[in-house]
């Protein structure tokens, strides 16, 4: 069965610094999102994109964020200028376009910020 | 605020009982709702899907109910196994598709 695929699986950042966070939806899917789960907390929604823009932010998703479809396979979360409160499982999801409304996790990055 | 959120933080049952896990929700508008699964370092997965038009829907297993009176959620799992012991989190969105919202979730320990 198609997966949502994440890289890497942990990833460990000085304060400050940028990092890219890597997902590849399962093909054919059209619609893409980044969720994020502090340790111990629910999961927030972050951004959802379709047809190469944002459709859809949270709060959270202020200008330190950015995503970016750079070809037909991969999607990625780019963090500008990580803090500490950044630590956290950051989830992507797919879904598809033909009548089915799920959304499908990858098995997330987990972020640390030292 | 408009959130789901969930009854109790953890439920412990016996191999073979059947589990019901709850969740309340205060947006009256959402239309659509979902519980997900997570086992420990893995991500959400999905468990069964409702839109507010029905009240039940029945998968492998698993049913959810769904009370628009009183808003609230279910998920009943039938002889529950321990490859069930994992986070449920119920989450909601307006319109499929849009941002979920997700509760914080019940922690479900089977013991044989």
């Known amino acids: 069965e198609p997966e949502v695929t994440q890289t890497p699986s942990h990833q460990v950042t000085q304060m400050g610094q940028e990092v890219i966070l890597r997902c590849v939806p399962i093909?054919?899917?059209?619609?893409f999102y980044w969720y994020r789960q502090i340790l111990g907390q629910k999961v927030e929604f972050l951004v959802s994109?379709?047809?190469?823009?944002?459709?859809?932010k949270s709060e959270i998703f202020d200008d330190q964020f950015s995503v970016e479809r750079p070809d037909g396979s991969n999607f990625t979360l780019k963090i500008r200028s990580t803090k500490l409160e950044d630590s956290a499982m950051y989830f992507c999801?797919?879904?598809?376009?033909?009548?089915?409304?799920?959304?499908?996790f990858g098995p997330g990055t987990r972020l640390t910020v030292l | 605020g408009e959130s789901v959120g969930l009854h109790l933080p953890t439920l412990s049952v016996q191999e073979g009982d059947n589990s019901i896990i709850n969740c309340a929700y205060s947006?009256?508008?959402?239309?659509?709702f979902i519980w997900y699964k997570q086992e420990s370092g893995k991500g959400p997965q999905f468990i069964i899907d409702?839109?507010?038009?029905?009240d039940k829907r029945q998968g492998q297993r698993v049913t959810v109910l769904l009370n628009k009176t009183v808003k609230h959620l279910s998920l009943q799992i039938a002889a529950t196994q321990p490859g069930d012991s994992a986070v449920y989190f119920c989450?909601?969105?307006?319109?499929?598709?849009?941002?979920?919202?997700f509760g914080k979730g019940t922690t479900l320990s089977v013991s044989s």
């Open positions: 999801a797919s879904r598809t376009h033909r009548g089915r409304d799920e959304q499908f």
């Open positions: 093909s054919n899917h059209l619609y």
């Open positions: 994109f379709y047809n190469n823009e944002i459709s859809e």
């Open positions: 947006n009256s508008a959402s239309d659509y």
């Open positions: 409702i839109r507010s038009n029905m």
């Open positions: 989450a909601e969105n307006k319109k499929a598709g849009t941002a979920l919202i």
